[in-house]
């Protein structure tokens, strides 16, 4: 079936591969970030006759974390989504579904997450989730149904976090972050993909935790990683040198979680990427 789908922050790593998949069955229309600062009413226009909204929108969390990072950070999510809002509440014919992103940064590391695990993190960018998850849930009040995704850790050769170390790697530069015990929750790009439009397509409303089901720690993935790569991974980066270079945004780095997506597999979902060596052979073949 055809749906007008619209998506909001097309242009970062997920909402590009998103678009491409997506558009192969799917009517896209793609709407930018700069539109959520808009005057709702002019916002309202855009995203008329929309029945599948994506918002992927929101600064960039990894790096330092200045005072005016911070404030960025917050406001291109909590600021443009009650705007979004806004605009929603203006439209005679309002979106079926709201698809808004979140992070599996909201839990807490140690025990392993469910979608109904509160055991939430007390750390900035956990405050940031919650209350963007908050402002995206007033959407229900005007009759849209609501899919909150809490996303891991992306792997994708095409950008982002995996891109990045695996450079690193490939230099011989590779090693543990920290202690290494930290939970590393991950999903690999295709997977993502997949499972937005099993959302969309199977009409799975709440919590959904974007995660492949095996989650590791940093220490595992850091082994795991420098093997496939037929590389060493003998220089840790300590604590304090993470703290020293990205102050309170290494929490991004030093704090993980241990996550399974048990929405997904419940609905019957089949990730290509079950556990990190299928994901790692999969980007690597």
Same mark, same amino acid.
């Given at each position: 079936?055809?749906?007008?789908?619209?998506?909001?922050?097309?242009?970062?790593?997920?909402? #590009?591969?998103?678009?491409?998949?997506?558009?192969?069955?799917?009517?896209?229309?793609?709407?930018?970030?700069?539109?959520?600062?808009?005057?709702?009413?002019?916002?309202?226009?855009? /995203?008329? !006759?929309?029945?599948? &909204?994506?918002?992927?929108?929101?600064?960039? %969390?990894?790096?330092?974390?200045?005072?005016?990072?911070? *404030?960025?950070?917050?406001?291109?999510?909590?600021?443009?989504?009650? $705007?979004?809002?806004?605009?929603?509440?203006?439209?005679?014919? @309002?979106?079926?579904?709201?698809?808004?992103? *979140?992070?599996?940064?909201?839990?807490?590391?140690?025990? %392993?997450?469910?979608?109904? *695990?509160?055991?939430?993190?007390?750390?900035? &960018?956990? &405050?940031?989730? @919650?209350?963007?998850? @908050?402002?995206?849930?007033?959407?229900?009040?005007?009759?849209?149904?609501?899919?909150?995704?809490?996303? !891991? %850790?992306?792997?994708?050769?095409?950008?982002?976090?995996?891109?990045?170390?695996?450079?690193?790697?490939?230099?011989?530069?590779?090693?543990?972050?920290?202690?290494? #015990?930290?939970?590393?929750?991950?999903?690999?790009?295709?997977?993502?993909?997949?499972?937005?439009?099993?959302?969309?397509?199977?009409?799975?409303?709440?919590?959904?935790?974007?995660?492949?089901? *095996?989650?590791?720690?940093? @220490?595992?993935?850091?082994?795991?990683?420098?093997?496939?790569?037929?590389?060493?991974?003998?220089?840790? %980066?300590?604590?304090?040198?993470?703290?020293?270079?990205?102050?309170?945004?290494?929490?991004?780095? &030093?704090?993980?979680?241990?996550?399974?997506?048990?929405?997904? /597999?419940? $609905?019957?979902?089949?990730?290509?990427?079950?556990?990190?060596?299928?994901? /790692?052979? $999969? /980007?690597? #073949?």
């Amino acid at each position: 079936m055809n749906r007008k789908i619209g998506i909001i922050g097309a242009g970062g790593l997920i909402g #590009k591969q998103l678009k491409a998949y997506l558009s192969m069955e799917n009517t896209i229309t793609l709407i930018q970030s700069k539109s959520l600062y808009s005057k709702p009413e002019e916002l309202a226009q855009k /995203l008329e !006759g929309i029945e599948v &909204l994506i918002n992927l929108a929101g600064y960039p %969390v990894a790096g330092r974390w200045t005072k005016k990072v911070k *404030s960025l950070i917050y406001t291109s999510r909590i600021n443009t989504t009650r $705007n979004l809002m806004n605009a929603i509440s203006i439209l005679d014919n @309002k979106p079926d579904i709201l698809i808004n992103a *979140s992070a599996v940064g909201i839990y807490c590391d140690g025990e %392993v997450m469910t979608e109904q *695990s509160e055991n939430f993190s007390d750390n900035y &960018l956990a &405050l940031v989730v @919650k209350d963007w998850e @908050k402002e995206a849930g007033k959407c229900q009040e005007l009759g849209v149904n609501l899919t909150i995704i809490r996303i !891991g %850790v992306v792997l994708s050769k095409q950008g982002g976090a995996y891109k990045l170390l695996r450079g690193i790697f490939k230099a011989g530069l590779g090693g543990t972050m920290g202690s290494g #015990k930290q939970g590393f929750s991950f999903i690999l790009m295709e997977d993502l993909v997949r499972a937005v439009e099993f959302i969309i397509y199977r009409r799975i409303f709440g919590i959904v935790n974007a995660v492949s089901p *095996s989650p590791v720690n940093n @220490k595992t993935f850091t082994k795991r990683l420098a093997e496939i790569l037929h590389r060493p991974a003998i220089l840790p %980066v300590p604590t304090f040198v993470l703290k020293l270079i990205y102050g309170e945004g290494s929490c991004t780095i &030093l704090d993980g979680q241990k996550v399974i997506p048990e929405v997904l /597999l419940q $609905n019957g979902f089949e990730f290509v990427g079950n556990n990190l060596d299928e994901c /790692l052979k $999969n /980007l690597e #073949k």
